[in-house]
């Protein structure tokens, strides 16, 4: 079944430590997004990317990096420069040009 | 401003009860697209409807129902007879164009609705 992964389900790291986040689809989308969502925020726009090798800046993206190296594969890093890491973190994709997302099942970081 | 504002932070409702939550938006696009997902305890988004621009009827999906009115730039969703099962936070969503042949979708803030047994 095509779909989106997310790895994994739930994460715990140390402040200042980097930690990368998982995002793979086999929906052969060439969009792929990141969102976060933190409470009584809703979900704000990190990075985005329409194709391969080429991503930009979303609403919230100072702290994150990102890379697009395979069509398949958008993962998310999250810096020890980014002040408050906690949050529930989704990713999405999209057919070019079409209006509807597809989204993983969320990956919860908790940073102690 | 926001371009998505969900005014309900939090409903509380007693099972049987109907309920509506509110969505307006602000856009200068004529084509774009509306979306409501419910946010279960789990965390995963799941698609409730998409409405186009054009598209102005209303649709009722069982005890779901929404009513889309660009006079007003609202797209608000009614839940008939509510079950503790649609205890959830519930998004309303805007995609536009952003150029290029691709659209970005912005969220509201949710509404976390609670359905007391």
């Known amino acids: 079944d095509g779909g989106i992964t997310q790895s994994p389900k739930y994460l715990f790291r140390k402040e200042g430590q980097n930690v990368t986040l998982s995002c793979e689809q086999n929906l052969n989308h060439d969009a792929m997004y990141w969102y976060r969502q933190d409470p009584g925020q809703g979900l704000r726009l990190i990075y985005y990317s329409q194709i391969v090798n080429d991503f930009q800046k979303g609403d919230i993206a100072e702290g994150y990096s990102v890379s697009r190296e395979k069509k398949e594969s958008f993962p998310l890093t999250v810096t020890s420069a980014q002040k408050n890491p906690t949050a529930f973190y989704l990713c999405?994709?999209?057919?070019?040009?079409?209006?509807?997302?597809?989204f993983g099942s969320g990956t919860r970081l908790t940073v102690v | 401003a926001q371009k998505v504002t969900q005014a309900q932070t939090e409903i509380s409702v007693v099972e049987k009860e109907d309920v509506t939550l509110d969505c307006v938006y602000e856009t200068r696009d004529t084509t774009y697209y509306l979306f409501w997902y419910k946010q279960p305890p789990s965390g995963e988004l799941v698609f409730l409807i998409r409405?186009?621009?054009?598209?102005?009827q209303n649709e009722i999906s069982g005890r779901y129902s929404w009513n889309f009115q660009k006079s007003t730039s609202s797209f608000n969703f009614t839940i008939t007879a509510s079950q503790v099962v649609d205890s959830a936070v519930y998004f309303c969503a805007l995609s536009e164009p952003s150029g290029a042949g691709s659209y970005q979708l912005t969220f509201g803030k949710g509404t976390k609705l609670s359905v007391i047994p």
């Open positions: 409405r186009n621009s054009f598209d102005e």
């Open positions: 999405a994709s999209s057919i070019q040009g079409e209006e509807g997302y597809t």
